[in-house]
């Protein structure tokens, strides 16, 4: 089984409610939203450049998740400045129970600079399919015998195997 350091997903933003600049000042215009997974490979979406406080963008950004990664950061910005930002645990749309495929809805709070709430952002996060996802239990190197009391597991070991490096 091939091994897979990546996962290619759809960040689709759809759209922020309440939207402050200086803490009282609803945005008037010009909110765009960050992305990333990894802060040198941002992505940003277009400029609502009438929706104020309550922009809405719907635009799909296609990204790489680094099989590290735990959370995906998204900034809300007025401008050149980011009014607002969230981090998404990737485990929130990957893994579990979720296939590959599925269309998971997400609202997040947006916090500023100093934490203190500013506005929501709604999104969707898809895993895009036809990625082998998994990985193969494999050792290259040969198995050890462990000493072991047949009176307490009547000869039967159990465990999960582990690579190591």
């Known amino acids: 089984m091939e091994v897979r350091t990546s996962k290619a997903i759809e960040v689709t933003v759809l759209s922020a409610e309440g939207l402050l600049e200086n803490r009282r000042k609803p945005v008037k215009k010009n909110a765009f939203v960050v992305v990333k997974s990894d802060p040198l490979n941002p992505i940003s979406t277009g400029v609502d450049s009438e929706g104020g406080s309550y922009p809405s963008w719907n635009q ?11 959370f995906i950061a998204v900034e809300a910005h007025s401008g050149s400045k ?9 485990t929130d749309f990957l ?32 895993v895009k399919g036809g ?4 990985y193969a239990a494999s050792c290259s190197r040969p198995w050890i015998r462990a000493p072991m009391d047949d009176k307490v597991a009547n000869g039967i070991v159990t465990g999960i195997p582990v690579s190591y490096w």
Do not use: C
């Open 82 to 90: 980011v009014i607002g930002s969230a981090n998404i645990p990737v």
């Open 60 to 70: 799909k950004l296609e990204m790489e998740l680094q099989a590290h990664v735990r």
């Open 95 to 126: 893994g579990g129970s979720l296939p590959e495929n599925y269309l998971s809805f997400l609202s997040y709070r947006l916090r500023d600079a100093n934490g203190e709430k500013n506005g929501i952002i709604n999104l969707s996060v898809k």
């Open 131 to 134: 990625v082998k996802s998994g």
